[in-house]
Each structure stands twice: as C-alpha cells, then as structure tokens.
C-alpha cells in the first residue's frame, strides 16, 4: 500500500483549451491553443492509426525532459491546496534560475508561502506537495532525470515506481505493470478498450503561430455508468505540429474509485520548440487533482509550472 500511496501522489503532480474538471480555482490561465475547427480525417496518409502509432511510439516528451539539463532557464511555480469545499487553503509560490553554468544549480529569485502549507515539524502538509517538492525541486538542483529507460524498472524501490510514472506521462496507452488494480486500465488502445473511445479531430493554432492538429480520445456519453466507472483514463488529447506530425502537447484526464483509493486528476505538459526550432523544451506543467487513500488525509491541490528563457 505504500508504494502504491508513493505512484499515486506522482501521478498527481505530472489544460490547453480544455475546460476546468474540478469546480474550484483553476491557477493556469495561460492560454496556448486556439481550436478553429473540427476536420474530418479522410486521406490515406493521415488515419486514425497514424495518431494512435505516434502517441505510443513517442518518445519527445521524454527526452524534452532530458533536455534541460544542458540548459538555463527560470522557473515560476504555483501550488494551490484546498479545503473540503474547495477554497484554498495554502499557497507556494517559487521563482527558481537553473543556472547550467554555475556550481549551484538552483538560485531561489522569490518564495512566498501563505495559509496552511506546513506541519509542526517543518514537512509539508500534503503529500502531493512533499512529493512535487521532491521532484520539481531536485529537478532544478540536478539532471531533473536521470538517463533511465522509459518504461518502469522490476523491484519495489521508489526508483521503479517513478520509472512508472514515466510511461504514464511519456507514453499513454502502455500497460503499467506492477501497480494493483489499475496497470492494465491504462492500456486504452488495445482492440477491446477501443469500443468505449469517440475519436475527434480539430485543427488549431498553438502558441499564435504554429499550426496543429488536436487528436482527442473521449469516452463515449452513452456509456452506461457502470462501464464509464471502469475506465481509468476519461480523456486523452494530444497536440501535433501539423507540419512534421511532432508531439507538442498532452493532456490527460483519470478519475478512479475502488476499495484502495479513489483519484480525479487532470493533467497537462505542454513542448516548445528552442535552439532555431531543434530542441523541444518543457514549458508548462499543470495539475489539478483530487485523491484519497485509506487511512490517510483527503489531498486537494493545484499547481501551475511555467519555464522560461532557456539558453
């Protein structure tokens, strides 16, 4: 049960158009994309397989987060916690420079906290957030990832589990295995999951200039609740770059309940493009997400990542 606490408070911490899951304050009004209609995909050489091939065989994402290392850039986080009616309830902010450069890699440019952010002995309040500290954090004072497969090492090691969240984030649609009850319910592309998906197309614009296609996989409304119960991933929707079908953007949507926990997350990395349109960089990183495990606190938070000015 600990180590299925540790993957679930990951999957929390890791949208684009896409309206707020969860009524209460929404902390990313940043607004990337712009949807202008939706397309109809006839052509031979761009089919519903062609999105479906390149989210699994992806490995952009990961290396966008490989990336960084070579790079200096700044950072401005916001984490929001909240009560059981949904006000907030505690308030991080942090600007962090990671200098590349430098021999301290992480330079605190600003840190405020407000309302109910710590215990009495000085740890956090919400395990989500001791362990988007952990992440976020060492990420800006080290490599941010280690070079490491994709898909999740054998043992019980917190190192494994985190390598799940790895397929999780950069690779939806792969089975994660070794985390009970939900390992294969991520696995949406298989012939029998496919059944309970709609797929949609639209074409947009991302960052005022770049043209893109929105491929979004949605279960279908007139599911009965008891089958939309027992599906893990609710919405999947992915930004390509419409002139060379690069992955740009991913957002996902989970919501489960079952005896051993119950969650509702949404969460969305957004890629851009650096270094005269050669490296793609991430830019931003938001959450919002509820979860609840047997015999521990209820944990509502938000948290809004932004990177910036990488050199």
């Not at 070079?147 to 190192?159: C, D, F, R, V």
């Amino acid at each position: 049960m600990k180590k299925l606490y540790f993957l679930l408070s990951l999957m929390s911490i890791c949208g684009m158009g896409f309206a707020q899951q969860i009524p209460r304050f929404n902390p990313d009004t940043v607004l990337t994309v712009n949807i202008d209609s939706a397309i109809t995909v006839s052509s031979t050489r761009l089919t519903i397989e062609s999105f479906i091939n390149e989210i699994i065989n992806d490995t952009s994402f990961y290396e966008a987060f490989r990336n960084m290392k070579r790079y200096s850039f700044t950072a401005e986080n916001r984490v929001f916690t909240y009560n059981k009616e949904n006000a907030v309830e505690g308030k991080i902010y942090r600007k962090i420079y990671h200098n590349n450069e430098g021999p301290y890699k992480m330079q605190f440019l600003d840190k405020k906290d407000e309302g109910k952010v710590y215990k009495k002995n000085g740890k956090f309040s919400l395990y989500t957030v001791e362990m988007f500290d952990y992440i976020f954090m060492n990420a800006y004072n080290s490599d941010f990832v280690p070079s490491a497969p994709i898909t999740g090492a054998k043992g019980e090691s917190n190192e494994s589990y985190k390598d799940k969240l790895k397929t999780l984030i950069f690779s939806p649609g792969r089975p994660i295995k070794g985390v009970p009850f939900i390992g294969s319910k991520t696995q949406i592309f298989t012939p029998n999951m496919r059944q309970y998906y709609n797929y949609s197309f639209y074409r947009g614009t991302y960052l005022d200039s770049i043209p893109v296609y929105r491929f979004k996989v949605s279960m279908k409304p007139e599911l009965s609740n008891w089958t939309k119960d027992g599906l893990m991933i609710k919405e999947l929707t992915t930004i390509f770059d419409m002139r060379n079908f690069q992955i740009l953007g991913r957002y996902v949507d989970m919501k489960y309940d079952n005896l051993a926990f119950d969650f509702d997350v949404q969460m969305n990395i957004e890629l851009g493009y650096f270094d005269d349109n050669q490296t793609l960089l991430p830019t931003k990183i938001s959450y919002q997400g509820n979860w609840d495990i047997p015999f521990k606190r209820e944990e509502r938070a938000s948290f809004l990542i932004l990177h910036k000015g990488y050199k």
